[in-house]
Structures are given as structure tokens and as C-alpha cells.
């Protein structure tokens, strides 16, 4: 069965730098679609990236576009989100997500991992 693992959160300071890692069990990474979604304190949880399965064509939204890459290695089963220029905005805890298709509306999305904390902070 399907399971999604988060690491690599943690603290660092405004224009700094982090990679995020998901590790997937089960189906492969080409059966799925693969997000990043975050959620911050009182705030819905926002779709922010997504690579999809064949393809490997990326998605982004406007919020994190130019400043975070989403990237898989397939061989491990593995997707990275390297998050650049971090801002004080982007403290939030991570997920990343599984689905049929690529989409940044989390409604779609089949299974989640269980976060990892990010903290931007001086």
C-alpha cells in the first residue's frame, strides 16, 4: 500500500536554502503524481507544487514559482522540493502527496505524508 515520508524540514534563515525529500512505498513513482503541499498556522493547506508521473513535467504555483524546484529520482522512489530564497511566508509544514493526475487542488490528491516543520526565521 501507498506510503509517503517526509524529511529535511527544519530552521533557517531568511534568503537561505533547503531540500525536501519524499520517499514513496508501494505503486512507483510512475503510477504517481507527486505534490508538495504546506500548510500554515490558521490557513488552508496550499498546493504548491507537482511532478507528474510520465512526463516529469513540473507545476508550480505563482507563490513559490522561480524560488522552489520540484525534481524526483525514480530509481529511489524518491521526490525533492529544493526550496531557495526562503522567506518568513514560507514557515509551514510540508507534505508531500500522491495522485492519478497532477493538480495543486488537494481534492485530488489519493494519500498524504505526515508533514515536516519548516521554519524561516532569523
Known amino acids: 500500500q501507498l506510503q509517503l515520508v517526509e524529511s529535511g524540514g527544519g530552521l533557517v534563515q531568511p534568503g537561505g536554502s533547503l531540500r525536501l525529500s519524499c520517499t514513496v512505498s508501494g505503486l512507483t513513482l510512475r503510477y504517481w503524481s507527486i505534490h508538495w503541499f504546506r500548510q500554515a498556522p490558521g490557513k488552508e493547506r496550499e498546493?504548491?507544487?507537482?511532478?507528474?508521473?510520465?512526463?516529469?513535467?513540473?507545476l508550480y504555483a505563482d507563490s513559490v514559482k522561480g524560488r522552489f524546484t520540484i525534481s524526483k529520482n525514480s530509481a529511489e522512489n524518491t521526490v525533492y522540493l529544493q526550496m531557495n530564497s526562503l522567506k518568513p511566508g514560507d514557515t509551514a509544514v510540508y507534505y508531500c502527496a500522491a495522485a492519478i493526475q497532477c493538480s495543486l487542488d488537494r481534492s485530488r490528491i489519493a494519500d498524504w505524508g505526515q508533514g515536516t516543520q519548516v521554519t524561516v526565521s532569523s
Open positions: 498546493g504548491l507544487s507537482c511532478i507528474r508521473k510520465n512526463s516529469g513535467s513540473t
